[in-house]
Structures are given as structure tokens and as C-alpha cells.
């Protein structure tokens, strides 16, 4: 049996989005945060205790977008849409584990267990490890039409421009924010979008879309901080 082509990517890079695009074009894939998402196993992992699975196999996505976009976005998810869900047992549990993330953005890309030091390290052993077809944020929001036909060719899979435009144009920032508010969404995404806070656009999974919102989110030291990190790895992954 042939596998199912999978996406890997560091959460808030843009897998939503990706996967709309997809699903309205009829593409179904598997998708993976590896150990690096918001569930139970993952939450709040060291970047240096990562485990990667065999990364062997078929056809491989490898989504990515610049860290210090990624540490912001991953800011508001846990703090604005995580923390708010926490039963109390579990937060407890969290808490007493030292798991609870820093509550304010400049500590919050500091830390080892939340921050942008975090994403690198994923991204590194991604880009090293996976034999992957690239996808990168900043290229899907310059040339959406010809990223999504570079994949699809990849993947083998074939939509005529008009499909893929039409798909693209469906599934754009301004109309995904609107299915947020109206929980108009398909069967396999339910759950997947909403907001905790309905008067607080920190609390929607569509939140700002934009690449390089970093700049006008981080105050200047912490600015300097995610590029000396940045510049550590001497990666732009």
C-alpha cells in the first residue's frame, strides 16, 4: 500500500492555510507537527528533547516559515487559544511541571521550551533529514499560483490553472477570517478554526497572515535577541 504524501511543519507556518487550498482542490495528505505541536505529548518539550520519527518514506512536504514570524504567532496560540482551554487539572499539572509559557512575547522567544530557538532546531533537522519537496510561507504570499503547481507536480497530482486560482482565491486571508467568524468550515477542519475570544483577533487561528509582523510585535531587544539566535544557527530555516 502506497503511503499518503505527509506535510511536516513547525506549527503556525502556515499548514491551515496550505491545507485549505488543498482540501478544496481535492489533495489529501497527512499532515505532522511532529513533536512540536500543542497536544498533551508535546507541550512544552525543550528544543534540545525533540525526537524524530524515521523520516523515510514517500512523498514529503516540508512547509517553513521565517522563526521569528513562527515565535509570535506560536505566542498568541498558546497564550490567546491554549491556556484559555486548559481544564484546570491539567493546567495545574502543567504548572507544577514548569510547562505553563511565558506570558509576555520578549520571554516567551527566550524561552527553550516555547521560543524561537525551538523552531530553528525543528526546521534544521527538517531540512537536513527529510528528502522533501520545500514550501515556504513567504513564497506561497509572493507567488501563491505558481507555488501551489510546483507542489502539485511534485506530488503528481494535476488541476488545471483555473482550479488552482480559483482555489487560492477561495481560500484567502480575508475569506478564511470570515469562516472563522461564521464556523462556515469544512467537515475535516472542524475544530481546527475559531476563536476562544471572539472580540480579541490575538484569540483567531486566521490572525494577522503578513510576513514579517515580527518587527512591529518584538521590541527592539528582543528583536536583536531572535536575530543573534538566527545568526547562532547561521540558518534562515
Sequence with gaps: MTEKPICISYPKSGRTWLRMILNTLDIDLEYSHFDTGADRKSWGKKFDELEFPCMQRGKVIFLHR???DVVVSMFY????????????EQRNKYEARGLI???TLSEFVRSPRFGIEKTIVFNIACKNNLNAFVLTYEKMMEVSVESISS??????ETRASEEI???????DFKSM????VTGDIPA?????????????INSYKVRKGIVGGWVTEMDIETQNYANKIMAKYDKTV
Design 77 to 88: 496560540e498558546f497564550t490567546k487559544r491554549q491556556l484559555p482551554i486548559l481544564d484546570p
Design 177 to 180: 477570517r470570515k469562516r472563522e
Design 66 to 68: 521565517d522563526p521569528r
Design 101 to 103: 509559557p511565558p506570558l
Design 188 to 200: 475535516n477542519m472542524i475544530g481546527r478554526l475559531g476563536p476562544t475570544n471572539p472580540s480579541d
Design 151 to 156: 507542489m502539485l507536480d511534485y506530488l503528481g
Design 165 to 171: 486560482i480559483n482555489a487560492i482565491q477561495e481560500n
